[in-house]
């Protein structure tokens, strides 16, 4: 099983709708998560992080975290076609290690 | 906000030659940063782990003589890709965390390197 994973997508939705991406990781013991936006050939920006159970809203985006099912994930109201990008989310397991997860596509359509 | 500098952004060279890339936190001390290498349309992997004043950590499967890292300073490190091969044409990223701030992760801008 893959330390985080994620659906590839693309993930396609409407311009205004609300966009909504997935990421499970497997070791219980992880203490944050964040959420990375990467634009094709270009280096991630960090758009949210977590370490708590439940909501955190930021603007437009909210990232929801379930400890006990090992589940993260990034909320995007009113998308926009610049919200089209792949959705990195990563992981800082027990071990201090940082894990990405594979990336989800989301297209936003005019 | 912590800035993460990253040169050259792209770079082309000759097979058997050697590149080096650098990266600089520009507001801030960094005593870790970390190399990722990127395949187009794949997930970002890390290579290694680089520690101010100490050997770098490398993740397994990377060629450590063949993938030098050097952290001479807190805000430099600087990652050179020796004998380089084309199958070494990658995107490569540091990032830099701002002290112990959960979110500080900061991505360098990535070098694309061509091996030609």
């Known amino acids: 099983q893959k330390e985080v994973e994620q659906n590839s997508g693309p993930l396609s939705v409407p311009e205004g709708a609300i966009a909504s991406l997935n990421c499970t990781y497997s070791?219980?013991?992880?203490?944050?998560f964040f959420w990375y936006r990467q634009y094709s050939g270009k280096s991630p920006e960090l758009i949210m992080f977590i370490y708590s159970n439940g909501d955190k809203e930021d603007g437009r985006f909210t990232a929801q975290l379930n400890k006990a099912s090992q589940y993260v994930s990034l909320l995007i109201r009113d998308s926009q076609p610049s919200d089209s990008a792949t959705y990195l989310c990563?992981?800082?397991?027990?071990?201090?290690?940082?894990?990405f997860g594979p990336g989800t596509r989301l297209s936003v359509l005019p | 906000g912590a800035v993460v500098s990253q040169h050259p952004s792209w770079v082309i060279c000759k097979s058997g030659t050697s590149v080096k890339i650098e990266c600089r936190s520009l507001?801030?001390?960094?005593?870790?940063m970390f190399w990722y290498r990127q395949f187009p349309k794949q997930s970002l992997m890390l290579m290694a782990t680089?520690?101010?004043?100490?050997?770098?950590?490398?993740e397994q499967g990377v060629e450590k003589d063949k993938f030098l890292i050097n952290h001479a300073s807190l805000t430099l490190s600087t990652l050179t890709v020796t004998s380089a091969h084309p199958e070494d044409s990658s995107f490569y990223i540091c990032?830099?965390?701002?002290?112990?701030?959960?979110?500080?992760?900061?991505f360098g801008s990535g070098t694309r390197l061509t091996v030609v």
């Open positions: 070791d219980r013991g992880s203490q944050s």
């Open positions: 990032s830099a965390r701002k002290g112990q701030e959960l979110g500080g992760y900061t």
């Open positions: 507001d801030f001390q960094a005593t870790t």
């Open positions: 680089s520690n101010e004043g100490s050997k770098a950590t490398y």
């Open positions: 990563a992981v800082r397991t027990a071990g201090q290690n940082f894990v």
